[in-house]
């Protein structure tokens, strides 16, 4: 089994990813316009990478909202990466405390 230093040297991650698919609903806080229903890839405590229909642009504001919960996230855009379908793939940290993702209600998990 790999030692966890060697998996954040070469990833850069501190906290390892979930690989769930949890629907979210995300919104701009900087250019207010529609918010987007999305799915996650996977999630972790300081961030997660999600699927969009659009293109996001880096350090932009975010708010999250996970279906079927309260849940409310701030976050900011890490990376944005055109996908051979014609989505994006989002990376985005969380301005927000450590989120913890082991108590998601089954109904909020993406089909």
């Known amino acids: 089994m790999e030692a966890d230093w060697v998996k954040r040297e070469r990833d850069g991650r501190l906290a390892r990813r979930l690989p769930v698919g949890i629907r979210v609903y995300l919104g701009s806080l900087e250019n207010y316009g529609p918010i987007e229903t999305s799915r996650t890839e996977n999630v972790g405590p300081q ?5 969009t229909q659009r293109p996001w642009h880096a350090r932009e504001a975010v708010l999250i909202l996970v279906s ?14 055109p ?14 405390p450590p989120v913890n993702w082991t108590d998601m209600p089954p109904e909020a998990l993406a089909s």
């Open 68 to 81: 079927h919960t309260n849940l409310r996230i701030r976050g900011e855009v890490i990376y944005c990466v």
């Open 83 to 96: 996908r051979e379908d014609g989505k994006f793939e989002v990376g985005v940290g969380w301005k927000s």
């Open 47 to 51: 961030g997660a990478r999600l699927v």
